[in-house]
């Protein structure tokens, strides 16, 4: 079946613009978490979602960042003002309920310039 | 909260010689460490994983090897392939108890040469 997708795969944003990065889940898939992946690192947790509740956000950098699921499925992550520390992979990953294994999507590789 | 740590960073091995990269953790809570393997500039792809529960695991070439007291998870390839080369990253976090939040480690970038 289909994987895990997201949008778009790259994105260049001059600092001080918004994005928006998406994430479409696997089907039936009940959570859904975003990571951020600076060059050479492993992943690290930004948030959750089980369905449409975000469970937990302590991973969010600052408050310029912000992520919603309103319907329990596709989701976004919204960058407001953007600066350049903010370019790195952002992951997607969802699983089939809080307690599986999680699948990830390709990434978001956002450059600010 | 959870720290992972991972070595060794970078593996360089024959083809058909054996890897090994090793993760230890320290919050007694984790009890689920999935190995994640990533080629340049694609997905991380989950290619095994295993619970506090057992204390290995295998999968044809690839087995995880688990020892709760002292904290340390290994992944072990065998006969490796030049396909196997790619970047692995081992990961901890609780499960049953709540959500899966994962912790990476910072990543063994294996090279395996024909």
């Known amino acids: 079946g289909a994987g895990v997708s997201q949008s778009p795969r790259y994105k260049v944003a001059k600092r001080g613009q918004d994005v928006a990065l998406r994430c479409d889940p696997i089907s039936g898939h009940v959570s859904l978490f975003w990571y951020q992946q600076a060059l050479g690192q492993g992943p690290e947790f930004l948030t959750y979602f089980q369905n449409e509740a975000q469970l937990d956000k302590s991973g969010l950098p600052s408050d310029r960042f912000f992520a919603e699921r309103p319907e329990g499925s596709v989701s976004t992550l919204k960058i407001q003002r953007t600066q350049q520390e903010d370019s790195a992979v952002y992951l997607c990953?969802?699983?089939?309920?809080?307690?599986?294994?999680?699948?990830f999507g390709p990434g978001t590789r956002l450059t600010v310039t | 909260g959870e720290n992972v740590e991972q070595h060794p960073s970078t593996l360089s091995v024959q083809e058909g010689d054996s890897a090994v990269i090793k993760c230890t953790y320290s919050d007694s809570a984790s009890n689920y460490f999935p190995w994640y393997k990533q080629e340049l500039g694609k997905r991380p792809q989950l290619i095994i994983d295993?619970?506090?529960?057992?204390g290995e695991k295998k999968d044809q070439r690839i087995a995880v090897t688990l020892n709760k007291t002292a904290k340390h998870f290994s992944l072990h390839i065998t006969e490796t392939q030049p396909e196997d080369s790619a970047v692995y990253f081992c990961?901890?976090?609780?499960?049953?108890?709540?959500?899966?939040?994962?912790?990476f480690g910072t990543g063994t970038r294996l090279l395996v040469s024909p």
């Open positions: 990961a901890a976090g609780p499960m049953n108890t709540g959500f899966q939040k994962l912790v």
């Open positions: 990953a969802s699983s089939r309920d809080r307690n599986y294994e999680q699948y």
């Open positions: 295993i619970r506090s529960n057992v």
